[in-house]
């Protein structure tokens, strides 16, 4: 499974700088730059499709928020 950190440095390096990004396409980053695998790609839990890996990047996205790291349209 693809660590927070991997996500966070994919993210980091291919996101542009002081523009909003639409979550689709931060998705569409992460699957151009990391090869996700198999325990990615499986669901979060029974109840949900979405697979672990969009759940991840979430995760990281309020991780960094909470931290200042990065501004929501919500923060401004």
Known sequence: MTNDGA???ALHEHLPRKT???LADIYM????RILLDDDDL???NS???RPR????V???LHSKQREGTLL???SV
Do not use: E, T
């Open 72 to 74: 929501s349209r919500k």
């Open 47 to 49: 109840r949900s499709r």
């Open 29 to 32: 980053i992460v699957q151009h």
């Open 53 to 56: 890996w969009k759940y991840n």
């Open 58 to 60: 979430c995760r990281v």
């Open 7 to 9: 996500l966070w440095i």
């Open 42 to 44: 499986a669901c979060v």
């Open 20 to 22: 909003w990004i639409a």
